[in-house]
């Protein structure tokens, strides 16, 4: 055996990966990460209430949808495909749960992986694209870049590149300021599936932030009146969901790989600084979204195993990269969670097993008039989006 074998076995050991059928020296084929989610207690008791109770909208149809935004009151649904086309899909006239997309796309945002996105208060589609960076949809169809670079004038990494814009939250104040994510200074690849349409595959960015270690995310403002991007914080593993406190005195951000979510101070004493709102969560932390009750909805696409957590140490992430390639692969699991501004987890909503639902990267809300939420999820990986309607007296 060569040193690399050894190497790649003891790798696969750690990480508890299936050999059989392995040609040890060639590709290792890993089938899931084996172990189950730790930190499953407490407020994260596990439950199948995403599982009994979800809709599976558009399969097929809508292909890794990341983000879904609801409009007009509920009756209609924007979503941008992996293909970056944008669609609508409508709600029937006597079922306002039972949703149609439309015929065609009504926009195609060209060569682009776009990920969160939200209407600014000019009816601006603003969305995050890994390629390009921050791009506006306008009202008339037009595809206007706004920013691909830092500014000169940014007290952090002036006039870098902004590599993976993430995702974003617009503030309600006149400024109208863009905060958004850039979730790590690694490009994404292209993929051209087989017998598909090619699009732009973030995932293999993802997997080498995991691999190499790289905290270079950062949280970026960007002012509209000027067209100026400040860097306001960097260094996270993975940078990715973003929402303002309902006063806007703090913008949360998730770090994917730290299983965290942040706040950056915008107001107050702490005004400048971060401190953390949750952390050690069950599973990666992908976008968030602020509640209508000042609270955050908060996508966590895949559990944090046993396996997910010794990626912190630098020898087995070592072992990974130069013994690679071994071919990570999340345990499919569908879970969403909402969090006070304090940190309280008021509500954890699972598919333990990915049964029906599964990879879920957001999480949209929508007051229905009877008083109850009915909450939209996007997937960046799976070929549906999905909605379920609950009781959320949580606050
Ligand atoms: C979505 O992907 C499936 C294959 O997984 C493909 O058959 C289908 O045509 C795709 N949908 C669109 C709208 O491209
Ligand atoms: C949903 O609405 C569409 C068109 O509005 C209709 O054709 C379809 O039968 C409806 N489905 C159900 C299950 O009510
Ligand atoms: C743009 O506006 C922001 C927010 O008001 C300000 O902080 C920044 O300095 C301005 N940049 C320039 C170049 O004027």
Known sequence: MKPTHVLACLAAFLFGLELSHVNIGSVLHVQDFPAPSLGLVGPFAPNEILKDNVHILFKYKINGSETTNVEDGGQSLLLIDKYAEAWHAYSSEDDDSNYSLADKPFANLG???PLGFMKDAHGNVIVCDTNQGLVSLEPDGRVVLLASRVSASSPIDPDSYIQFANNLDISQSAEGTIFFTDSVQLPAAVEHAPGERPYFEPMSTVMDTLVTGSKTG???????????VHVLAKGFWFANGVALSGDESFVAVAETAGFRIHRFWLKGPKAGTMDILIERLPGFVDNMVRAADGSFWVALPAPRTMQAYLLKSKILRALLRYVSPIQLRAAPWGAIMKVSPDGEVLRFLMDTKGSRVSSITDVQEH???DGRTRLFMGSLLQP??????IQDDAR
């Not at 950062?218 to 100026?228: D, K, S």
């Not at 549906?384 to 309607?389: G, Q």
């Open 384 to 389: 549906y989006v999905s909605c379920i309607d």
């Open 367 to 369: 007051k229905l008039a």
């Open 111 to 113: 060569a682009a992986r």
């Open 218 to 228: 950062r949280l970026l403002a960007f002012y509209p009146q000027n067209g100026t």
